[in-house]
Protein backbone atom coordinates (compact mmCIF):
# COMPACT_ATOMS: atom_id res chain seq x y z
CA UNK A 1 0.00 0.00 0.00
CA UNK A 2 1.37 3.17 -1.29
CA UNK A 3 2.23 5.77 1.96
CA UNK A 4 0.02 8.55 0.78
CA UNK A 5 -3.17 6.07 0.52
CA UNK A 6 -4.03 6.38 4.39
CA UNK A 7 -3.57 9.91 4.70
CA UNK A 8 -5.58 10.53 1.47
CA UNK A 9 -8.25 8.11 2.34
CA UNK A 10 -8.33 9.63 5.74
CA UNK A 11 -8.70 13.12 4.23
CA UNK A 12 -11.47 11.92 1.54
CA UNK A 13 -13.32 10.73 4.49
CA UNK A 14 -13.26 13.59 6.48
CA UNK A 15 -13.97 15.78 3.70
CA UNK A 16 -17.08 13.52 2.99
CA UNK A 17 -18.46 13.41 6.67
CA UNK A 18 -18.01 17.31 6.45
CA UNK A 19 -19.88 17.69 3.31
CA UNK A 20 -22.66 15.07 4.42
CA UNK A 21 -23.24 17.33 7.45
CA UNK A 22 -23.21 20.56 5.71
CA UNK A 23 -25.98 19.46 3.91
CA UNK A 24 -27.70 18.61 6.79
CA UNK A 25 -27.42 21.87 8.64
CA UNK A 26 -27.18 24.01 5.58
CA UNK A 27 -24.00 25.63 6.72
CA UNK A 28 -20.32 23.99 7.44
CA UNK A 29 -19.27 23.12 10.54
CA UNK A 30 -17.25 25.57 12.66
CA UNK A 31 -15.90 23.67 15.24
CA UNK A 32 -14.16 26.18 18.00
CA UNK A 33 -12.34 23.01 19.73
CA UNK A 34 -9.03 23.71 19.48
CA UNK A 35 -8.35 19.40 19.34
CA UNK A 36 -10.48 19.45 16.42
CA UNK A 37 -8.75 22.61 14.68
CA UNK A 38 -5.35 20.81 15.13
CA UNK A 39 -6.62 17.73 13.32
CA UNK A 40 -7.89 19.33 10.84
CA UNK A 41 -4.69 21.34 9.71
CA UNK A 42 -2.61 18.38 10.43
CA UNK A 43 -4.83 16.83 7.60
CA UNK A 44 -4.94 20.20 5.53
CA UNK A 45 -8.33 19.84 5.52
CA UNK A 46 -10.08 22.88 6.73
CA UNK A 47 -13.06 25.11 6.22
CA UNK A 48 -12.21 28.94 5.33
CA UNK A 49 -14.13 29.47 8.77
CA UNK A 50 -12.23 26.59 10.46
CA UNK A 51 -8.77 28.28 9.20
CA UNK A 52 -9.47 31.92 10.44
CA UNK A 53 -10.18 30.29 13.66
CA UNK A 54 -7.07 28.27 13.66
CA UNK A 55 -5.11 31.38 12.77
CA UNK A 56 -6.65 33.46 15.53
CA UNK A 57 -5.55 30.93 18.19
CA UNK A 58 -2.16 30.97 16.56
CA UNK A 59 -1.85 34.07 16.85
CA UNK A 60 -3.19 34.07 20.84
CA UNK A 61 -0.80 30.93 21.32
CA UNK A 62 2.71 30.08 19.92
CA UNK A 63 2.62 26.74 20.71
CA UNK A 64 -0.65 25.83 18.52
CA UNK A 65 2.07 25.07 15.66
CA UNK A 66 4.02 22.96 17.73
CA UNK A 67 0.44 20.80 18.36
CA UNK A 68 -0.06 20.84 14.91
CA UNK A 69 3.44 19.50 13.78
CA UNK A 70 3.38 16.78 16.28
CA UNK A 71 -0.11 15.95 14.82
CA UNK A 72 1.36 15.47 11.64
CA UNK A 73 4.06 13.52 12.81
CA UNK A 74 1.83 11.15 14.21
CA UNK A 75 0.07 11.17 11.42
CA UNK A 76 2.88 9.80 9.09
CA UNK A 77 3.82 7.44 11.62
CA UNK A 78 -0.02 6.06 11.12
CA UNK A 79 0.76 5.95 7.47
CA UNK A 80 4.22 3.80 7.89
CA UNK A 81 2.40 1.45 10.38
CA UNK A 82 0.08 0.63 7.82
CA UNK A 83 0.05 -3.12 6.76
CA UNK A 84 0.90 -3.85 3.11
CA UNK A 85 -1.76 -5.16 1.07
CA UNK A 86 -0.95 -8.43 -0.81
CA UNK A 87 -3.69 -9.98 -2.92
CA UNK A 88 -4.83 -13.89 -2.31
CA UNK A 89 -2.46 -16.37 -3.54
CA UNK A 90 -5.18 -17.20 -6.22
CA UNK A 91 -5.45 -13.86 -7.75
CA UNK A 92 -1.71 -13.30 -7.52
CA UNK A 93 -0.86 -17.03 -9.51
CA UNK A 94 -3.64 -15.61 -11.76
CA UNK A 95 -1.71 -11.79 -12.48
CA UNK A 96 1.34 -12.74 -12.59
CA UNK A 97 0.32 -15.58 -15.38
CA UNK A 98 -1.41 -13.15 -17.12
CA UNK A 99 1.78 -10.80 -17.22
CA UNK A 100 3.82 -13.53 -18.48
CA UNK A 101 1.67 -14.13 -21.22
CA UNK A 102 1.38 -11.07 -21.96
CA UNK A 103 5.37 -10.69 -22.33
CA UNK A 104 5.65 -13.89 -24.76
CA UNK A 105 6.83 -13.51 -28.10
CA UNK A 106 4.20 -13.13 -30.67
CA UNK A 107 5.03 -16.16 -32.19
CA UNK A 108 4.48 -18.17 -28.97
CA UNK A 109 1.13 -16.77 -28.39
CA UNK A 110 -0.49 -17.79 -31.92
CA UNK A 111 0.07 -21.46 -31.65
Known amino acids: MPLGTVKTRTRAALRKLRERLARIWWRPMTPD???????????????????????RRMAADPSVLAQIEAARRALDQVALA???????????????????????PASRRRG
Not at 82 to 104: C, D, G, I, T, W
Request: charged share 25%.
Open 82 to 104: APAVRPPARLRAELLRQAHASLA
Open 33 to 55: DLDTLIAGAALGDLFEAEAAALE
